[in-house]
């Protein structure tokens, strides 16, 4: 029996070509953009966000004093978020 003939739709599972196009474009500028940030920022927000290191951690794996791993999160973070909303990508 057809799902439809009872009423019923069944919504497809994963998102759509729209939405993973969309996806793969706001992938692609969050890419760009830091790429576009200074080597220790980008560093300190990769290893931030991939390995989920605290800014004391960070201080410690790239041998930086504590205030400069914090700046360059902050500011890395304020430039990357100019970055995406030049691109005009939502957050």
């Known amino acids: 029996m057809d ?3 009872d009423g019923v ?4 599972e994963g998102p759509t070509p729209l939405e ?3 996806s793969g474009a706001d992938a ?3 890419k ?3 790429e576009a940030l200074d080597a220790g920022p980008k560093q300190a927000i ?3 966000f ?4 605290s800014h ?3 201080a410690r794996h790239l041998k930086q004093p504590l205030g400069t791993v914090k700046s360059w999160v902050r500011r890395g973070l304020e430039r990357l978020r100019a970055c995406l909303d030049e691109l005009g990508v939502k957050r």
């Open 46 to 48: 990769a290893l931030a």
């Open 50 to 53: 991939y390995q989920g290191l």
């Open 9 to 12: 739709s069944v919504a497809a």
């Open 20 to 22: 993973m196009l969309l």
């Open 32 to 34: 760009d953009c830091v």
């Open 56 to 58: 004391s951690e960070l």
């Open 3 to 5: 799902d439809e003939e």
């Open 28 to 30: 692609r500028a969050v």
